[in-house]
């Protein structure tokens, strides 16, 4: 079965820096897409970013467009979000997930990791 497993959450302050990783398994992701998404206690998931397995094709959202930069590391079917410049509200869980689907933007994940709790402190 696919496993998506969310790492490097963790503590840091307005301004700072964190790496999480989606260490990714179970079946070829060469054909997926993989997202981020978060959800902070009272608000609804969001997207984060994606990219494109192959290709490298990327997507952001908005509110983390120029801070955040999402990456893959195809021998180690693990994928990156390096999150810059953080901000209070970056508070959440992240989530890694993963879609067969081709559309792009990509949409319907079919995959979710358990998350990982970053917390930003002002």
């Known amino acids: 079965q696919v496993q998506l497993v969310e790492s490097g959450g963790g503590l840091a302050q307005a301004g700072g820096s964190l790496r999480l990783s989606c260490a990714a398994s179970?079946?070829?992701?060469?054909?997926?897409?993989m997202g981020w998404f978060r959800q902070a206690p009272g608000k609804e998931r969001e997207f984060v970013a994606a990219i494109r397995w192959s290709g490298g094709n990327t997507q952001y959202a908005n509110a983390v467009k120029g801070r955040f930069s999402i990456s893959r590391d195809s021998a180690k079917n693990t994928v990156y979000l390096q999150m810059n410049s953080l901000k209070s509200e970056d508070t959440a869980v992240y989530y890694c997930?993963?879609?067969?689907?081709?559309?792009?933007?990509?949409?319907?994940?079919?995959?979710w990791g358990q998350g990982t709790q970053v917390t930003v402190s002002s």
């Open positions: 179970g079946r070829p992701f060469s054909t997926y897409t």
């Open positions: 997930a993963a879609t067969s689907n081709m559309i792009w933007p990509a949409r319907d994940y079919d995959y």
